[in-house]
């Protein structure tokens, strides 16, 4: 069975803290890993990584994937408290000749000014 | 360019309603998907649409149907509504197998049941 574990379920911080979200996968036909981000609403794309070891980085958010431990992290820098959101880690899988996304339980992180 | 919108924003069911939950997507994608979430739960697949013309059952696809009636549209029907469909469901669309690329989310439809 197809399975993503995302690690803490949830995470309280002060503005200024630094912090590492976690993401584990067993699946079979990876294609990529997505990160999302998601408020109120919608899940807002974050980043997509396919390639073990290539960091991609947006502003204070960064991301990296290991495809041979089966894992991936989000750190923020600097939090604000418009950081606070539920993260939501992916994975793309291909089955049947379709692709899915596979999603873990997300983390709610929660910044506190 | 309005991306993924869903209708209605907000439904309440008795339990034996039927309806329909309706989905577009402007930007020429070709697969489409709906997911359902749930406290606790993350988000689970229900149906998806890997191009126009077919459809395929995910996670969790007992007690719905879908339709893509065609490229833009892909409709989510509960038949016999019961409060365990209680949920906020997306739709969601993406480029699809030729292209790894992200999916795009509706606002969701918040659905209760009673």
């Known amino acids: 069975e197809d399975k993503v574990v995302q690690s803490p379920l949830s995470l309280v911080v002060h503005e200024g803290d630094t912090v590492t979200l976690n993401c584990s996968y067993e699946?079979?036909?990876?294609?990529?890993l997505l990160w999302y981000k998601q408020e109120k609403k919608a899940p807002t794309f974050l980043f997509m990584l396919?390639?073990?070891?290539i960091e991609k980085k947006s502003g204070r958010l960064s991301s990296i994937l290991d495809k041979k431990e089966l894992f991936s992290i989000l750190n923020i820098t600097a939090t604000q408290t418009g950081d606070s959101a539920v993260y939501l880690c992916?994975?793309?899988?291909?089955?049947?000749?379709?692709?899915?996304?596979?999603f873990g339980k997300g983390t709610k992180l929660t910044v506190n000014p | 360019n309005a991306g993924v919108t869903q209708t209605p924003k907000f439904q309440v069911l008795k339990t034996g309603q039927s309806m329909t939950l309706q989905c577009a997507q402007d930007?020429?994608?070709?697969?489409m998907y709906w997911y359902r979430q749930d406290p606790g739960m993350g988000l689970r697949l229900i149906y998806y649409?890997?191009?126009?013309?077919?459809?395929d059952k995910g996670e969790v696809p007992n007690g719905y149907n879908v339709s893509r009636l065609n490229k833009r549209e892909f409709s989510l029907r509960l038949e016999s509504a019961a409060p365990s469909q209680t949920s906020v469901y997306f739709c969601?669309?993406?480029?699809?197998?030729?292209?790894?690329?992200?999916?795009?989310f509706g606002n969701g439809t918040r659905l209760t049941v009673t």
């Open positions: 649409s890997a191009s126009e013309g077919t459809t």
């Open positions: 992916a994975v793309e899988i291909t089955q049947g000749g379709s692709e899915k996304l596979v």
């Open positions: 969601a669309s993406s480029e699809g197998r030729a292209v790894v690329s992200p999916l795009h």
């Open positions: 930007m020429n994608h070709n697969s």
């Open positions: 699946v079979t036909n990876f294609r990529s």
């Open positions: 396919t390639s073990s070891g």
